[in-house]
């Protein structure tokens, strides 16, 4: 049972491209969560998604990310126009029941890096 | 505001030499506190869940512990491949979405 996967691992962007982080959930599961890692910060909730639904995204900036879990294939965190303090590893995580399900199996990021 | 605080921020063991981690919280309302182990480059794998004050969870050699205002992650003879990010995270009852992070404990054991 491969666990969570996320691609890619590392992902160089220049200001005003676009980044797509992608993350595929351990089999079975249908919950995912987004967290974003700031160099000396601890982990920060961005956004918790089911299956097509967006369900809290309280952690997430305003403008320019959004995010996505399609009926069928990974969900994907889109962030438009980068600026370099998206700079972070981005981490995705899932789980096989919603909140307040205790355990949640991580990915082991994407390394967003803008120039 | 809601506050999770780790210390220490690094810590030094010799392999054998038996330690506590800290992890101290200020929150509106705990549902639950959660301990994980981060590798570099990898993401956290979850440790333990404690839900109550006075609760203990042990696995190997480690042991978790709970009380109203802080956790204790309790390393017993540690050996090198105890050597990671220890990361304290709580759970609100308010806002059981998610998971609030400290900025975790590195710990390296000397062989």
């Known amino acids: ?115 | 505001e809601d506050q999770v605080t780790q210390s220490p921020e690094a810590l030094r063991l010799q392999e054998g030499e038996s330690s506590s981690l800290n992890c101290s919280y200020t929150v509106s309302g705990l549902r639950g506190l959660f301990w994980y182990r981060q590798d570099p480059g990898k993401g956290p794998e979850f440790l333990f869940t404690l839900y109550s004050a006075g609760e203990e969870k042990e696995k190997e050699r480690l042991k978790a512990t709970l009380t109203k205002k802080e956790s204790f992650l309790h390393i017993t003879a540690p050996k090198p491949e105890d050597s990671a990010t220890y990361l304290c995270a709580v759970q609100l009852q308010t806002g059981a979405n998610n998971l609030f992070f400290g900025t975790g404990t590195r710990l390296t054991v000397i062989p």
């Open chain 1, 1 to 115: 049972n491969a666990g969570v996967m996320q691609n890619p691992r590392h992902l160089v962007r220049r200001r005003g491209q676009e980044a797509r982080l992608r993350c595929s959930p351990m089999k079975g599961h249908s919950h995912v969560y987004w967290y974003r890692q700031l160099p000396e910060e601890g982990l920060k909730f961005m956004v918790y998604l089911q299956k097509e639904n967006i369900i809290d995204e309280s952690g997430m900036p305003k403008e320019r990310f959004s995010a996505e879990f399609p009926k069928e294939g990974p969900s994907i965190l889109r962030i438009q126009q980068v600026v370099r303090g998206d700079s972070a590893a981005y981490f995705c995580a899932s789980s096989p029941l919603g909140p307040p399900e205790e355990k949640l199996f991580f990915g082991s990021g994407t390394q967003l890096s803008v120039l």
